[in-house]
């Protein structure tokens, strides 16, 4: 009985000893991604992304965003359901419009000797 209500006690107050300032909510990360992200809102029925590659592996696929990240492009990795061939697609960029898609494709193709191309996503 004295097992049970100790283990009851540290329960109870692990409960109140939790923080309850919600101050840390407000926190923004600052990233240079901020000026990639042109106003994408709840309201957009799509956006852009640039696909710089698809790889076979999830390993392959990371260890080309390491090296991109490394060049200071913050690149990403989506799975892809539809082909089975190449499950993961390398990407970068989340764009509002196509225009600024395309202001971003020229540079990534110099930087990076891939055979870059635009698409659009559907949410």
């Given at each position: 009985m004295l097992n049970k209500l100790i283990i009851f006690i540290i329960l109870i107050s692990s409960l109140f000893s939790?923080?309850?300032?919600?101050?840390?909510?407000?926190?923004?990360?600052?990233?240079?991604?901020?000026?990639?992200?042109?106003?994408?809102?709840?309201?957009?029925?799509?956006?852009?992304?640039?696909?710089?590659?698809?790889?076979?592996?999830?390993?392959?696929?990371?260890?080309?965003?390491?090296?991109l990240n490394n060049q200071k492009i913050e690149a990403y990795i989506q799975k892809n359901e539809n082909d089975f061939q190449f499950n993961y697609r390398v990407r970068f960029g989340y764009f509002s419009n196509r225009n600024n898609a395309e202001r971003f494709l020229i540079n990534l193709k110099e930087l990076t000797n891939c055979e870059c191309w635009i698409d659009r996503i559907e949410l």
């Open positions: 939790q923080n309850k300032e919600s101050s840390w909510l407000e926190i923004k990360l600052n990233s240079s991604s901020d000026s990639v992200s042109k106003n994408i809102t709840a309201h957009d029925s799509s956006y852009f992304t640039i696909q710089i590659a698809a790889k076979k592996s999830f390993s392959e696929a990371y260890e080309m965003v390491q090296e």
